[in-house]
T-cell receptor, first 113, second 112 residues
Framework: EPEVTQTPSHQVTQMGQEVILRCVPI?????FYWYRQILGQKVEFLVS????????KSEIFDDQFSVERPDGSNFTLKIRSTKLEDSAMYFC???????????FGPGTRLLVL | EDQVTQSPEALRLQEGESSSLNCSYT??????LFWYRQDPGKGPEFLFT???AGEEKEKERLKATLTKKESFLHITAPKPEDSATYLC?????????????FGSGTRLQVQP
């Protein structure tokens, strides 16, 4: 069964450093999303991406964040200068053209020290 | 602003003891309501999508139902492997957004 994959599974970084989180969406899906979940809190929407453009973003997704589809299979989230409060699980999700269901990856646990 | 409230926060059941989880929502217009299962340290695993009031979906021991204000996830004769956090999320139609708004989840523990 096709699934969303994410790398790395864990990332530890120093405050102020740049990190890139990678996702491979389900192969025939065209809509891509990033969400995050701070420990013990709700899953929160960050950004959605379609046709090489951001289609919507939350207020969390400020200028420190960017997304890119560098090739036909990868979808990345870059955090330019990490802060302590960026520590969270980051989930990538993708959706096909039939229906509204978003399928989530296993997540990347980011720890900012 | 879309809101999703799940109850109870935590539920402990004996194996075979059926129960229901509740998801109350407020949206200007519902595009879809989604149930996911989340194991500790893992990503949300898709269970069901419901689009309109009166709709029901079933899979093994789980059944999801939808009204205009809430959804229920019924668990029949649960097993220990059903232990997980169950997340409800809604998608608002009127704003044209596709972002999911999640509830805090119900943490289910099924004891043998």
């Amino acid at each position: 069964e096709p699934e969303v994959t994410q790398t790395p599974s864990h990332q530890v970084t120093q405050m102020g450093q740049e990190v890139i989180l990678r996702c491979v969406p389900i192969s025939n899906h065209l809509y891509f999303y990033w969400y995050r979940q701070i420990l013990g809190q709700k899953v929160e929407f960050l950004v959605s991406f379609y046709n090489n453009e951001i289609s919507e973003k939350s207020e969390i997704f400020d200028d420190q964040f960017s997304v890119e589809r560098p090739d036909g299979s990868n979808f990345t989230l870059k955090i330019r200068s990490t802060k302590l409060e960026d520590s969270a699980m980051y989930f990538c999700a993708s959706r096909g053209t039939a229906g509204e269901t978003q399928y989530f990856g296993p997540g990347t646990r980011l720890l900012v020290l | 602003e879309d809101q999703v409230t799940q109850s109870p926060e935590a539920l402990r059941l004996q194996e075979g003891e059926s129960s229901s989880l509740n998801c109350s929502y407020t949206v200007s217009g519902l595009r879809g309501l989604f149930w996911y299962r989340q194991d500790p340290g893992k990503g949300p695993e898709f269970l069901f999508t419901l689009y309109s009031a009166g709709e029901e979906k079933e899979k093994e021991r789980l059944k999801a139902t939808l009204t205009k204000k809430e959804s229920f996830l019924h668990i029949t004769a649960p097993k220990p492997e059903d232990s997980a956090t169950y997340l409800c999320a809604v998608q608002d139609m009127d704003t044209g957004r596709r972002a999911l708004t999640f509830g805090s989840g119900t943490r289910l523990q099924v004891q043998p």
